[in-house]
């Protein structure tokens, strides 16, 4: 009953995408350091407050990785919307598929430039802000 529904295409965007999540989201809590999380409980902040206050803002550009890393995969996914997706809902790889079979060549190489685009603004941003020398005190 998930063919050709919003559900189903959000559900199996999510189920393609969650490892890159889950990857990053835990690399990034991992690199906190413990004793500014004891730290602030020692000083009487509560679970949620030392969450929000201590990890949370150290970790936020991991999760901004991953979030990108999730937002480039779902967008380049075809396999999975093409079996998934209809007449109703259809994602831009599965267009360009279709538009590729019917020989238009110009608006299909039109729509892989702007899809690409993405990828590279965020490979330019990788890049300029994340050298290796900057993870290399993290490693343990």
Known sequence: GLHDT????????????L??????????FEAVDRDLERAARDLGAGFWRTFIE?????????LIAGAILVFLF???????????????YTTMPVRLYATLQEGFL????????MML????????ICVRFMRPSDFAGRMR
């Open 106 to 113: 110009e608006p299909a190489s039109a729509a892989a430039l």
């Open 74 to 88: 779902s967008m380049d996914e075809f396999t999975i919307t093409f079996l998934i997706s209809g007449v109703s």
């Open 6 to 17: 919003l559900l189903g295409l959000l559900l199996a965007h999510t189920m393609g995408a």
């Open 117 to 124: 685009a993405p990828s590279v603004v965020y490979l330019f």
């Open 54 to 62: 201590v990890p949370l803002p150290i970790a936020t550009p991991g």
């Open 19 to 28: 490892p890159y999540m889950l990857w990053t989201a835990s690399a990034a």
